[in-house]
């Protein structure tokens, strides 16, 4: 699908809304260019599919062991990736593919009404703001149900002890989600989430004819790359944000083995496309905020083969090992087994392709925890935690519900 329009919320005064991962000084000129949005219904590879999608926009993204030059043409592209999922979406009319290429004026000739999905932008030099609609209504929220108990949650996350004791795996991610009846314009919920303190990757992405949005307010980095050198920030280990929640989280030897064994999952996802000898631990186990928590995050970075693109990247780190676990493969099984629904959008990858100010190629991918959806009426939230040994299923399902009040809040303040 293709477009060409102006960004949704640029008019100054307007609702703030930005791609996920955009660099803030274009956020005020960006046009959208393209667009494609793709549903696993549709076959391919998505990896090829974005890849080649990319390219031809003008995104040098086959090769990035190396420096790369972005045309003057094209500011960059917001990506929003799905994981895999064996399991049908709650939402899906969301696509499992978009990328959307903006520019920082319209082609030649083009004025803000010559596409019917044309919404107020700021206008190419010469040109004049067309009428401004008034601010959107506020949203409304209804009550939320889950798509399982607290006994359900508390209950897969014994299924995984039985598997690690097993020998199946040593640690799985297992997800849940709820849902809630959402009326009215959403714009100012999700420009809400896509504020929440911490959210590195906070943005808001818009479906053709606004047929769904996705915010993302996420603090992880699930693959960043500049100048052939590529970093993974994994988070893992949670606790309230207070001085008693983070002393706790730096003494707890459960938090800890499990941060590092997704630690050793990323070194081993990054050496599978790194030159040898290259892959380095960073910062291991530093502490970060995020809304009302604390977090547990490390650094690991990796120079790329030669050859190596973007879409070779992917196939090797995504989906995050934060959010599937160790083994991968194993642990994909093992929860695609357990949870009640798709993962739709979320615990997948949102964020930037881009250039630096000196024109390099830069990409900038966050792992899309900490995610609403809204589609056909409902708003959709995702949140789980990684199951080792020693986990307790009543602290497993605080957490998971810890993560998701402040996306909650924030939809309904």
Not at 47 to 62: E, M, N, T
Not at 143 to 167: D, F, K, N, Q, Y
Not at 386 to 409: F, L, Q
Request: glycine residues 10%.
């Amino acid at each position: 699908m293709s477009t060409l329009g102006p960004v949704v919320g640029c008019r100054p005064g307007s609702v703030e809304l930005h791609p996920p991962g955009s660099a803030p000084a274009c956020r005020p000129h960006l046009w959208e260019r393209s667009r494609i949005e793709w549903h696993s219904r549709d076959g391919g590879d998505p990896l090829a599919i974005l890849s080649a999608f990319l390219i031809d926009a003008g995104l040098p993204v086959s090769d990035l062991s190396r420096s790369r030059t972005v045309t003057d043409s094209v500011c960059g592209a917001a990506i929003l990736l799905a994981p895999p999922s064996a399991v049908a979406s709650p939402a899906p009319s969301v696509p499992d593919l978009v990328a959307v290429v903006f520019a920082h004026s319209p082609s030649p000739g083009v004025r803000p009404g010559d596409h019917p999905a044309a919404r107020p932008g700021r206008p190419a030099p010469g040109q004049d703001f067309p009428a401004s609609p008034a601010d959107p209504a506020p949203s409304r929220v209804g009550l939320w149900t889950p798509s399982w108990t607290t006994a359900e949650h508390a209950a897969a996350v014994e299924a995984v002890r039985a598997a690690i004791a097993r020998g199946d795996v040593y640690q799985a991610n297992v997800v849940g989600h709820a849902s809630a009846p959402l009326t009215g314009d959403p714009r100012t919920a999700l420009a809400r989430v896509a504020a929440l303190p911490g959210a590195r990757y906070g943005g808001v992405l818009e479906g053709a004819d606004s047929a769904w949005w996705v915010a993302c307010a996420s603090p992880e980095t699930l693959v960043e790359v500049s100048d052939g050198r590529a970093v993974t920030r994994p988070i893992k280990g949670t606790r309230p944000a207070t001085g008693q929640g983070r002393a706790e989280l730096l003494a707890s030897a459960k938090e800890r083995a499990e941060h590092i064994m997704i630690v050793d999952l990323e070194r081993n996802d990054l050496g599978r496309v790194a030159r040898t000898g290259t892959v380095r631990v960073d910062d291991l186990f530093a502490i970060r905020r995020w809304s009302r928590l604390w977090q547990a995050e490390s650094t690991v970075s990796a120079h790329l083969a030669p050859g190596v693109g973007l879409r070779e990247l992917l196939a090797a780190v995504w989906p995050g090992g934060s959010v599937t676990g160790a083994p991968k493969l194993a642990a994909v099984d093992v929860v695609s087994a357990l949870e009640p629904v798709g993962r739709g959008p979320s615990m997948g990858a949102a964020g930037w392709i881009g250039h630096t100010p000196d024109g390099r190629l830069h990409v900038d991918l966050g792992l899309t925890i900490r995610t609403v959806a809204v589609a056909d009426g409902l708003a959709h939230v995702w949140a789980g935690g990684g199951i080792v040994w020693d986990s307790d299923p009543a602290a497993e399902v605080a957490e998971a519900a810890a993560k998701t009040a402040p996306i909650k809040a924030a939809l309904t303040a």
